[in-house]
């Protein structure tokens, strides 16, 4: 039903409703006109039979009695009244066999009535004494007058003839009434003739009508019903072209255009969906491929997660995500341009399409991060062994113009049916594990459930730690470096120290990395130099040679344009030398940087005075290059070089190498992570200038640290304790 009411509204409809309505005025115009003719001719024709059968009657009276009647005939020499010969008029007008043969005889002519009427002088009404009507069983109809009210009088009794439909038995029928006058030239009588029933003329009028609204419903019927036929086969293209151009902005893939071949206006309309059709695949390549590597875009990458994770939480084919990225690329770039940046990631863009095969789903997301999607991820093993296999296709030697370049990945892998809900979560829960692998780099990490409680863990302490620095809740501990041959004070580590209302103690091997991660470093970094210049005119006022005071910098402290003006603000605020600081930097300092620019700064740091040390030396990414070259006062060797030293010779021989390397370059050494005696002698014996350990003290607070100085210097050297 509602099917025929949208088809109602439709321009086939329409049409026909249109070609309907035109042709039923064409025939109601026709019709009418026809009728109306019909109309005029059937009145006139009757008007000439009735007066040509009237005149013949009078005619035929005043012939076949010509001895009681006379015709009086117009100008024209027409009869129009008869008139009795003799005077009475009673006998002359009364029933009679001859009058009533004649007035068969009339009738018979005509194919009519007839009628003979006598005025009656009492009533004055004209009385019918002879008739051609007869009752169904032949005997003679009763008795009839024209009275005062009938159609006819008015013109018989002023002696006129009256034409006009009269009443006859409830009917009416067109008759001639002719005068009949008595010899005086009264009326005395009248002669009626008709030609039948109205009605008949009537009803054959009627049935004219019926059969032209009969005809006119089949025509109309008829051109609806081919009209719409022939408009709806018309309008077919025009219906599919519409369901076509409706599925295309779906998107749903509906094949080639239909009609295009044809010539015409539905041909036309083909070939402009052809155009739009053609340029909708252009925006679509434009929109989701990546211009420098031909890989999908992120747009293409998030739609083609959407499927992948449908299809994993459906169980219709399992899916694993890759994310993968380049360790340090941005050095590449930095220091070979753009240029040569972009040739590398087109080759390993072509390394990881070859690796993952044809099967999976590669795109870029943004400079070095590549995602894969491949379609057979169904353990952790396929998809850890893909991911292996990625990164080793990147170890080959890239040749590029700017010469050979050797590089790694990291990669973070994510099973979508165990570790995803939706895309969102897939493609962080990715992130997260490409961030877990990119921390030592070229290696593949599986997402675990671990991980993102370790990444929530790490977002409540980034919040709470917002927090603590605005409070200054932040505190340092200090960590004396003692010369083991004097025992000494040689200087001071200021270490951070965070106790939350809360949670309690929380370790800066936890919160210094989130701080680096969200930036907070920044603040914390001016926070901590702030306390620690705060404290050391503090002793100064009381007299306390701490020598100086070791601040620990992070790298990305360093970067920061004003990091030179926030050191030398602090030290002008407090009132201090530049040598009573000292600031240390671990070897991270050199990732992602150019020498230039860690020249640039530490000489800039250099130049106001603080001493510089490198922190955590030998654990990271030495440079012997970089020990030679930048402005380094001191060495500070990693605790890992520390431990059992006094049993394991290896250590004792790596850790002597270390030392004279640093001697030979003029850099004062102080040893990490001494905890016992036996560490502290064996050190003592192999001669450095310091060692900061908890052997002879914890990192303590300020108020402590002048008595446990003390006492240290009070104490015997270790070697000598053991000895002793
Ligand atoms: P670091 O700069 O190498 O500091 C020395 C770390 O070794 C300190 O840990 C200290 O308590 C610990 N330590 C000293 N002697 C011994 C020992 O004999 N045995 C053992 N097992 N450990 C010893 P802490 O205070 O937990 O700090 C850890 C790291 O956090 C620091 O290593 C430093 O890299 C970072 N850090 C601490 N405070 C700050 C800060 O204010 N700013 C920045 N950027 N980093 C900081
Ligand atoms: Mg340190
Ligand atoms: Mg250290």
Known sequence: MSGFFSFLKGTTARATALLVLIVSVSILITATLGYFKLYEVTATNSAIRIDRAARAATALFAERLASEFTAIRDENGRPQALQLKGTDTEAALSFRQDHDALLKEIGAINQGAANLFRLNPETQAFDRFATTFRKPDGSMPPPMSIGILHPAYDNLINNRPHLGEVPVMGRLRLAYLTPIQAASGAVAGALAVDVGWVDDLVAAKTELRWQIIVAAGLILVLVAAFGAAGMGAEMKPLRVLARYADDLAAGVPSGAVPYSTRDDEIGALAQGLKRVVALQDKLAHLAYTDSLTGLSNRGRYLSDLDTALRESLSGKRKWALIHLDLDKFKKINDAYGQ????????????????????????????????????????STDQASALAGKLLSALHQPIELRAGEFHVTGSAGIVLLQHD??????????????????????????????????????????????????????????????????????????????????????????????????????????????DLACEQ?????????????????????????????????????????????????????????????????????????????????????????????????????????????????????????????????????????????????AVIRQMGCDAIQGFYYSRPAPALLIPEVVKKIARSQPASDARTA
Request: proline residues 3%.
């Open 536 to 680: 050391a005119a503090k002793w100064r006022e009381k007299n306390f040679d701490f020598k100086h005071i070791s601040v620990n910098v992070s790298p990305i402290q360093l970067w920061q344009s004003n990091f030179v003006a926030v050191v030398k603000d602090a030290l002008k605020r407090h009132g201090l030398s530049g040598n009573e600081i000292c600031i240390e930097i671990t070897e991270g300092v050199f990732v992602d940087q150019s020498e230039r620019r860690i020249e640039t700064v530490l000489s800039a740091i250099r130049e106001l005075g603080v001493l510089l040390s490198l922190d955590d030396f030998g654990s990271g990414y030495s440079s012997l290059g970089y020990l030679n070259r930048l402005p380094f006062d001191q060495l500070k060797v990693d605790r890992s070089f520390v431990s059992d030293i006094d049993t394991d010779v290896r250590k004792q021989k790596v850790l002597r190498g270390i030392l004279e390397l640093g001697r030979g370059l003029g850099f004062s050494i102080v040893i990490e992570g001494a905890e016992t005696g036996e560490e502290v």
């Open 420 to 529: 995803a809900r939706d895309a969102d979560e897939a493609h962080r829960n990715a992130g997260l594990a490409l961030r877990k692998a990119k921390a030592t780099g070229d290696r593949a990490v599986i997402f675990s459930s671990e991980l993102h409680d370790e990444s929530e863990n790490n977002i409540r302490i980034e919040r709470m730690l917002r927090l603590a620095i605005q409070e200054r809740e932040i505190e340092i501990h200090f960590q004396p470096q003692i010369d083991p041959a004097t025992n000494q004070l040689a200087g001071v580590e200021a270490l951070a120290r965070w106790t939350h209302p809360a949670e309690g103690p929380i370790s800066p091997g936890l919160f210094i990395p989130i701080a680096e991660s969200s930036g907070q470093i920044v603040d914390l970094g001016t926070l901590i130099l």
């Open 339 to 378: 240029t040569a940046g972009d040739s590398l990631l087109k080759e390993v863009a072509s390394r990881i399409k070859e690796t993952a095969g044809d099967g999976a789903r590669i795109a870029r997301l943004a400079a070095d991060h590549f995602t894969i999607l491949i379609g057979d991820g169904r």
